[in-house]
């Protein structure tokens, strides 16, 4: 199914379009991290139909070194990424709007 190590992004939940690391699997879900959200000591149960597989990070990038290592790997691939601004995928509370321009996000309340 997953390897670690297998980059996803995640394309349903409240995570939706982020990079994520895929660390292990449990009871037919993955467990994802990001390094910054969801840290390694603190994995996040993924369905795997709600990601999509991108590349493969060698564990040793990441797995001795931490969260710093894993969270600039995915830096990494998010910039080789040629349609991930297209998509409008910045960081949380931004968003693209069609204009090309940032806007931060306004809550109703």
Request: charged share 25%; hydrophobic share 30%; proline share 6%.
């Amino acid at each position: 199914m997953f390897e670690q190590g297998t980059v996803v992004r995640s394309v349903a939940g409240r995570d939706k379009g982020y990079l994520l690391c895929v660390v292990g699997e449990e009871s037919g879900c993955i467990l994802v991290c990001d390094g910054k959200e969801r840290p390694l000591q603190r994995p996040k149960h993924k369905n795997p139909r709600h990601v999509e597989r991108l590349a493969q990070v060698p564990a040793l990038t990441w797995e001795l070194r931490g969260n710093q290592a894993l969270r600039k790997a995915l830096n990494q691939i998010q910039s080789q990424e040629p349609h991930s601004a297209a998509q409008g995928i910045l960081s949380r509370g931004t968003t693209k709007h069609t204009t090309g321009e940032e806007q931060k996000c306004q809550s109703p309340i």
